[in-house]
């Protein structure tokens, strides 16, 4: 059996604007599926009517970093309450794009905001959720980070979409926003898969797929290579 908290599967996917995430929910939405889980696919910030409405704000209006964190806490608090939690009750798998890995890369390392207050807003909305033990912290059970350099996630992004708030940020800010995962992804080693999200997309999809095979979340598909 996968590790899971309630017979549910939290997995979430991160890495900076550009490096590919998107282009995988649907493969991997689709491989969850075939092998019979059902799966809610979300997002943060946002996930709830309520958090929608936060995102809209972080993602296009001008605020302090510490305003940009409240409310992408307060948007993750409504998410866990109503979607998360719920989920992984029902022993569903919850996709998850972004979470407060995010949070510490973007608003942490890219805005230089005290991580100290992040810990402490993480602690409030993460701990003393139904299911765990008092002193844990609700966290995805694996992340796939897309580890990219900053220019080359630029260059893709240039003319695909209109960029939002984030996106319009220089490549130094990108680069911090990197090394924040960087750090995040040593200090929880075993919860991070690294993707080389350089690579062709076929080839990331593979890493995909191998690294949760690898950790029995998901099965070997019959037939494929090994
Ligand atoms: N492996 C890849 N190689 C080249 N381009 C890619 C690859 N994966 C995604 N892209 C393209 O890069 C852009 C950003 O991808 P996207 O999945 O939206 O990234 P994210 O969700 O991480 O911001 C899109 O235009 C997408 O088509
Ligand atoms: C979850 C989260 C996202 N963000 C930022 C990162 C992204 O630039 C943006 C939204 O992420 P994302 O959904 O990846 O954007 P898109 O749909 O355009 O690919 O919000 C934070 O700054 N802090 C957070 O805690």
Redesign the pocket.
Known sequence: MSPTRDGGLFLTLEGI?GAG??SHLDALEARFKAQGRTVVRT????GTPLAETL?AL??EQPMTPLT?SLL?FAA?CEHIAQVIEPALARGEVVLC????D??F???GA?RGFDTAVLSTLEQWVQAGRAGLPAAQLLQPQFTLWFDLAPEIAAQRLAGA?VP????AQPVEFFRRVAQGYADRATADASRFVRIDASQARDQVWQQIDTALVARGVLSQVQGAAQ
């Open positions: 604007d995430k998107s997002r943060e910030p946002g995102r972080v993602l940009e992408v993750r794009d972004r979470f407060t995010a949070t890369a973007y608003q890219g979409r939002d708030k984030f996106e």
